[in-house]
């Protein structure tokens, strides 16, 4: 039942999404690499600006990023399968096998390094509150109190929550992040905390604009990075397509295109390591 409910949010997410062409995530071009390599790149598939599943394919920021990322790797669009997988499925189809790369608003932590490998971060987003609009209980972590939050299973998101506000608030985990904000519009629960970047894609979909917003105060650092299997070989080629990647300009044209838009202030980009 889980999994038909988190089916049925990605499907409604995707049609709001679908009714307004203004909020489309826009793809920002096919790589221009040639020959037969291939690649697997695990994604999400239900974030408004991020990476989302539309009649045209996939598209957002992530969606962008893994595509340079792929070209600089000898693979063309073409040529690279998207695989969908849960958030708390990321390591796991890494060191399983199930993909070669995952772009996924994957935050950079030292847990994860010890299983998988990372390059990056290509954006630092932070951890932030959706709430319903009309909402004046909740003006920050620190009123959380009683309240119900949802995040995604195996998220950073998660382990914060838990970590300073364990016995405090009731913490609602779900698949994915379109289940979440489906149920705070619904009023089952209080917020949805995740990265702002994240949030903001939400906050600005057509059915949600209006009703939910997000706060606007960040209360972590999120270093995204690209998940690669620990001792993959081609480690360095992708942090050296990252590099170009925000050189080039192509990062800052991406994101004016996918998330400026919904009024979220595009930073300046980090320094990849």
């Not at 037969?36 to 989302?52: C, E, K, Q, R």
């Not at 998101?157 to 913490?171: E, F, M, N, P, Q």
Request: proline fraction near 4%; charge should be neutral.
């Amino acid at each position: 039942m889980r999994r038909l409910t988190a089916v049925l949010g990605l499907l409604t997410v995707s049609l709001m999404v679908a009714g307004c062409s203004s909020a489309l995530p826009t793809n920002t071009g096919d790589n221009n690499a040639t020959g037969s390599a291939t690649l697997t790149i695990g994604i999400a598939d239900d974030l408004p600006g991020v990476s989302l599943k539309t009649a045209a394919g996939y598209a957002g920021f992530d969606i962008d990023t893994a595509n340079y990322v792929a070209g600089r790797l000898g693979v063309p669009t073409k040529n690279i399968t998207w695989q969908r997988i849960d958030q708390d499925e990321r390591v796991s189809a890494l060191t399983g096998g199930k993909v070669d790369l995952v772009v996924s608003t994957f935050s950079i932590t030292p847990e994860r390094q010890k299983e998988i490998d990372f390059a990056g971060p290509y954006f630092v987003a932070h951890q932030d509150l959706l709430i319903r609009r009309n909402d004046d209980t909740i003006t920050g972590p620190e009123t959380l109190d009683g309240k119900k939050v949802c995040a995604a299973a195996g998220t950073t998101s998660i382990d914060y929550l838990t970590a300073h506000y364990r016995g405090k608030i009731t913490v609602v985990k779900v698949p994915s992040w379109s289940e979440c904000v489906r149920d705070l519009a619904a009023g089952t629960v209080d917020a949805v905390s995740t990265d702002d970047l994240i949030l903001a894609g939400f906050a600005a979909v057509p059915e949600y604009k209006g009703v939910l917003r997000v706060i606007g105060k960040g209360f972590t650092d999120e270093q995204y990075g690209i998940g690669l299997k620990k001792g993959d070989n081609r480690v360095d080629a992708v942090r050296s397509a990252l590099k170009e990647y925000i050189s080039s300009g192509a990062w800052k044209k991406s994101l004016d295109a996918n998330i400026a838009p919904s009024g979220y202030a595009i930073p300046a980009p980090p320094t990849v390591k």
